[in-house]
Structure formats: C-alpha cells, structure tokens
C-alpha cells in the first residue's frame, strides 16, 4: 500500500533541550506507521541527509557548532524534495566563530538617569525589536552581500521588515576602564554625561534560546557571510540547487551581528533571542510587551529580569517555571557610575534616592560617580 496524500510534510527537531536526536530512529517510526514504500523510506533519509550535508559543507567552516532547531520540506512522493526551510538553533551556535564572545561576562550599559531608575524599580532590562533600534539598516547591512541577480539570495525587504518584530537585542559594551571613558559613548547614550552606567555581571554564561556575540563592523568584516554565500552557491550548483528556501530568515542572526563602520567605536556585545510569529499576530511569551519608544511608536519589548525580581522567584508556580528561569540569563548589577555633567548638588539628592532603592529592592552594588578628568571614585 502506498502513500495516499499528495503532499509530505516532513519534521526533523536536532538538539532539542541539549539532546540531539537520532535522524534515522525518529524517522523509522514515521516510515513504519504511514506504509510508505522502502524507495520512498530510501528517498526521505537521502533529502534529510542532504539537510545535514548543507550543515557540515556550507555552515560548519564557519560557524563550527552550528545545528538545526528544525528543519521542514515539502515533497510529492517519489519525488526528491527541491529545498528546504530551515532554522538553526541558539545554543553554542557562534562559538569557534569569529563572533565569540570570549570575556568574562561583565558589561557596561549607558542610560540616562531617567533610565536608571525605570530599570532598578522595574526589576528588568529592555531588550528591543530591531525595528526599534536607533540604526535603522540593521539587519540590511549585512544583506548588501547578496544584492545580486542570484534568486537564491533574493531578500524581500517587507520579509526583513517583518523579522525586525521576531528579533529582540540587548546590547552591551565590555567592563573597562576605556569604555567607562569613552566620551563618544558618554554622548550619545549617556545623556550627554549627565546620565550613568551601569555596571552588571550575567552570573548564568550560555542561557538557552539566547545568542550573545562580538559585533562586527564594516564591509571588510563581511567575510564570515560572504563566504556562506560562495560555499552555498558551490552546494546549490553540486546538488540540484538544495538549499534552504527561507534564506533571509535563515541568516538572520548572523545578520544582527554586523553593523556600519562608524559604529565601531561602540565595540559592542549583544544579546539576541528569537521569537517567532506570524505577521499581524501577537507575541505570546509572557516576557514580550509592547510599549511607545521615545519616537512616539508602539514596538515590541521584551524583559529580562534583574537577579531576584524575577515574578517567577514569587509565584506559587516557582516550581514549574524554572525551566524559564534558567533559559534566561541572571543580570547581577554590580555598579552605577554618575555621568561628570552632574552638578555635586544634584549627585547627593540622586545619591540618596538610589540608596533608597537599593534597600527596597534588596539590591548590591555601589555608587561612584565620574569627574571631568575622567577619574571614577566612589560617593560616600
């Protein structure tokens, strides 16, 4: 008895939870129960096969630890499957990359004072859609790469458009005694020194479903992509043109990763999850929230939480959702640096709020502030 639907959609989930899944044992149980014939068996290991040679020839010289989350074709039996869509998970993905983050785990973040407080009383940190990030090519500069008459490649910019919604970013710079100092960053997003840093620690290293990374700057940094493209276009012409057929999406994380050259004074680190829906639709995870950004429009955010205000630490349901917590990683404030355009005056008063919150919250870190000669010392 053969096949009795037109179509086969087939799913194949690699490294779920950590644990990666024998490709031939889960689908054995597929083949058994849905009486296909053994040329189909044989046809349906050789396109998943085909998945996981893309894996080893085009994405492992580049990103070494890089794996599929999930992976679906579509197909008519008997016939091999002419691509594939397919999605690559989080975990470990850019490490033995050029965008590891090999550090210590220990950031600075600049805000305005407004900011500050928002974040200590909230109990959260913000992390953005990329729709709402201040460069607004994000995502597209990378995308010059494949700017060609190749359809392989082709990105539809209303696609990118509607992925912004789907990515959510926090981004950091690396705790040092140049980076406390830098009067680029001071300016733009230290209210002009008269907001704060705010040093903190993530004490949970490679939280799952999260991304942390290097960004990368200018065209010459291009070359992890590049390189994808030529091994992928090498891959399609070798192999009847397999090849994922939601490749804007498909490389989206690297994407986020690359930035213009003249941000490059940032040396930024980043923090990406992934999210996904459908446009028009809502996200469901209860950490995503939409709120007005300071150009008056509504945009998606998601919180991650300070460590001990998680709601989760407090609800009877604290049982069930550690599985959340430790997807998450744990933000450890560990110091708040006063910007040097801060009158002395207004230094105390703000000196005296902060400690107040400190003892609501039950919060650690220290209070320094910052002089026009750049020396860092702390307020008593």
């Known amino acids: 008895m053969g096949v009795e639907w037109k179509f086969a959609l087939l799913c194949l989930f690699i490294n779920s939870n950590s644990k990666t ?22 046809r349906i290991f050789s396109d998943f096969e085909n998945v996981d040679k893309f894996k080893r020839e085009v994405l492992n010289p580049i990103l070494p630890k890089a794996k599929f989350s999930s992976c679906f074709m579509q197909s008519t039996p008997g016939v091999p499957a002419d691509d594939f869509s397919g999605q690559l998970s989080p975990i470990h993905l850019l490490k033995g990359s050029v965008y590891e983050y090999k550090g210590d785990n220990s950031f600075i973040h600049y805000s305005s004072l407004f900011g500050l407080k928002a974040i200590l009383e909230s109990g959260f940190l913000r992390m953005s859609e990329f729709g709402n990030i201040m460069d607004k090519k ?6 010059i790469i494949f700017e060609d008459n190749n359809s392989l490649f082709r990105i539809d910019e209303d696609t990118i458009t509607v992925l912004k919604e789907n990515i959510f970013c926090l981004s950091l710079c690396e ?3 140049e980076t406390k100092r830098n009067d680029f960053m001071w300016e733009v997003y230290g209210d002009k020194g008269k907001g704060a840093i705010i040093e903190l620690k993530l004490t949970k290293k490679d939280p799952e479903f999260f991304i942390q990374g290097k960004v990368l700057y200018g065209n010459e940094k291009l070359n992890s992509i590049r390189e994808i493209k030529n091994l992928t276009e090498k891959f399609a012409a070798e192999n009847n043109n397999f090849i994922p057929n939601n490749f804007a999406e498909f490389l989206i994380e690297l994407q986020a990763f690359h930035k213009s050259k003249r941000y490059s004074i940032e040396n930024e680190v980043r923090f990406l999850m992934k999210e996904n829906k459908q446009q028009y639709d809502e996200h469901k995870l209860e950490t995503i929230y939409r709120d007005i950004n300071s150009n008056q429009e509504v945009k998606y955010f998601n919180k991650l939480f300070l460590k001990g205000r998680h709601p989760y630490l407090n609800s009877d349901q604290t049982k069930n959702n550690r599985k959340v917590l430790d997807e998450f990683p744990q933000v450890e404030i560990k110091r708040v640096i006063l910007g040097f355009n801060i009158s002395i005056e207004n230094k105390v008063d703000i000196y005296t709020l902060l400690n107040k919150i ?8 220290e209070i320094s502030q910052i002089n026009d000669d750049k020396e860092i010392f702390p307020m008593r």
């Open 21 to 42: 899944i024998n490709l031939f044992n889960y689908f054995s149980v597929f083949i058994k129960t849905s009486n296909i014939h053994m040329q189909d068996n044989e």
């Open 138 to 143: 994000e995502l597209n500069f990378a995308s």
């Open 175 to 177: 705790s040092n005694e």
């Open 358 to 365: 400190k003892v609501q919250h039950n919060y650690d870190f």
